[in-house]
């Protein structure tokens, strides 16, 4: 549950966020906000990272979709075992669906994170969710996604115990099964 109610937090942060950029800052406008690493500006983003994709807002849209009730079907059906998998889902979800939310009522997605002290890409909240979400997603995966299943199998399997046997006078061990 409070996964849960994280991923809401953050949806209501990105969006909070960008509707205060949209209503305050003129497009294309910049404001200082971290001396010498941040401004705001408002930029509207038809595309993804980097706006690349930027006259395919119906395949982000529909990405996106898929992306977030795929999402929201893993954790449903506790695939996510640990805190780790679902803080991790959690971002990712958040990520999507703030991203989502703009796609589908604006036909863009508000961006307004701009670094001062080198040329990168003007990014939002939905957008950090999503980039710590992602490969912490992945370290979720390659450390526990099959690891259950095997530490089962090995158990069932006596995981190579043996036991001590006497027969005809003469002691051995042999695999327990």
Request: proline share 2%; hydrophobic share 50%.
């Amino acid at each position: 549950m409070f996964y849960a109610i994280l991923a809401a937090a953050l949806v209501v942060l990105d969006q909070a966020v960008k509707y205060l950029v949209r209503a305050n800052i003129p497009l294309g406008g910049a404001v200082p906000f971290i001396p010498h690493l941040l401004d705001l500006t408002y930029v509207q983003n038809t595309g993804a990272a980097f706006s690349m994709l930027r006259s395919h807002t119906w395949l982000l849209t529909l990405t996106s979709s898929v992306v977030v009730a795929v999402m929201c079907w893993l954790v449903v059906k506790g695939f996510f075992k640990n805190r780790l998998g679902q803080f991790s889902a959690a971002l990712v979800l958040a990520g999507g669906m703030g991203n989502l939310i703009d796609r589908a009522v604006f036909g863009f997605v508000t961006d307004m994170f701009k670094t001062t002290f080198m040329n990168f890409a003007v990014f939002n909240v939905a957008d950090c969710c999503i980039t710590v979400g992602v490969p912490l997603l992945f370290l979720y995966v390659w450390l526990y996604v099959g690891r259950e299943e095997k530490k089962e199998a090995g158990e069932s399997a006596g995981d190579g115990e043996t036991e001590t046997v006497e027969r005809d006078g003469q002691v051995s061990e042999t695999d327990e099964k």
